[in-house]
């Protein structure tokens, strides 16, 4: 088993997960050396340490979130009433490294088209991420009112939310 996470970032890689059999099992020689050498920075830019990790992305040690993106659950349409697909955000750190163990905050509107998490009941539910740095919302189910609208994902102190454009 490869340990692989979710495709995320841009352009799109799966990251190596902290047990992957493919850390460090690459190429011994010295990377951007030449030959059989892996390059000197991976797909995401970050660079390669030691015995290189097989593929295109090198495993790094997660540092603090400082981006979070919606990866999956937008962008739906569902009737009044229904559950959407599930949300996911993705939460990363600096070089693009999935963050495990924080806690993602899940925000649907006030007022108008809307709709509200199962497991709180109200417009707002948290969610946190697991080793891939993946955060999944409770069930969303929309209410009454027909229209547009979006559901932030929001993280520790990234300012910039993740977005999910929803339609009832």
Do not use: M, W
Not at 58 to 83: F, K, N
Not at 125 to 148: D, Y
């Amino acid at each position: 088993r490869a340990n692989l996470g979710s495709l995320i970032g841009s352009p799109a890689y799966h990251p190596l997960l902290q047990n992957s059999p493919a850390i460090d099992a690459g190429s011994p020689t010295t990377p951007g050396t030449g030959g059989n050498a892996c390059t000197v920075t991976d797909q995401r830019g970050a660079p390669r340490t030691g015995r290189c990790d097989i593929g295109a992305y090198e495993y790094t040690v997660p540092g603090p979130a400082t981006s979070i993106l919606a990866i999956d659950g937008a962008p739906q349409h569902r009737p009044p009433y229904s559950a959407f697909r599930p949300l996911k955000a993705a939460v990363l750190d600096n070089l693009g490294s999935p963050v495990d163990g924080s806690t993602v905050t899940f925000s649907a509107p006030a007022n108008g088209a809307s709709g509200v998490f199962v497991d709180s009941g109200t417009r707002t539910t948290t969610a946190v991420t697991n080793e891939g740095g993946i955060a999944t919302a409770a069930t969303f189910t929309a209410n009454g009112l027909t229209g547009s609208y979006t559901v932030t994902a929001v993280v520790g102190s990234v300012v910039t939310p993740a977005n999910f454009s929803l339609t009832n």
